[in-house]
């Protein structure tokens, strides 16, 4: 596994291709009160890069420049709360966006559990540890948490594409591509406190 860290920054030269698997560390879940820490991103390479954003200006234009680039696909694993993070905080939207959550909620209905644990233990047959997923990522990271974060996005291309098989196979690929555009929206509606289900009686 390479795991590189980034202070504030991607490298301006830096070419990560056009499918890059994208995740997000928060210091909790209140998007107003905890700051986005962290931005992982991989290419499917066994590669993590992480971005140590600079929480006192957010200022990462060559991030924000992938995030916002149409033409880059971004795998996320419940996409909904890093994307609320990330427009709140990096103040952009984050366009042409993949889900593996949704994907494995469509996909998945033999099960009921759709944690990126599981989906890594049953696609790639690794059973990784989240003893870190409540951690402090606001100070100084620990190589457990490095590799935390890593374990985070390294697998997701492996997983999408194990995901859009089944997808396809039952027919429900069409569904996920109208649960995608719906994605954004479901984001403005959290940073509007709209938390409930609108289609709900």
Not at 40 to 60: E, F, M, P, V
Not at 152 to 161: C, F, P, Q, T
Request: charged share 30%; net charge neutral.
């Amino acid at each position: 596994m390479n795991i590189k860290l980034h202070k504030s920054d991607l490298p301006d030269d830096i070419d990560l291709g056009n499918l890059i698997a994208v995740d997000g560390e928060f210091m909790g879940l209140n998007i107003r009160r905890d700051p986005l820490c962290l931005i992982q991103i991989s290419t499917g390479n066994s590669d993590a890069h992480i971005i140590q954003l600079n929480r006192n200006d957010y200022k990462a234009p060559n991030l924000v420049k992938i995030l916002n680039n149409d033409k880059i696909a971004k795998i996320f694993h419940y996409g909904r709360a890093d994307l609320a993070f990330i427009k709140y905080y990096l103040k952009t939207d984050t366009n042409n966006i993949l889900d593996t959550k949704i994907a494995s909620k469509l996909s998945r209905s033999y099960s009921d559990n759709h944690s990126l644990k599981t989906l890594i233990k049953e696609f790639i047959n690794v059973d990784i540890s989240k003893q870190f997923q409540s951690s402090d990522f606001g100070g100084e990271l620990t190589q457990a948490q490095l590799k935390y974060c890593a374990n985070d996005v390294i697998y997701l291309h492996k997983i999408h594409d194990e995901l859009n098989k089944i997808l396809i196979r039952e027919k429900r690929i069409d569904l996920y591509k109208q649960c995608l555009k719906f994605l954004k929206t479901r984001v403005e509606l959290d940073l509007a406190f709209f938390k409930d289900d609108i289609w709900a009686h």
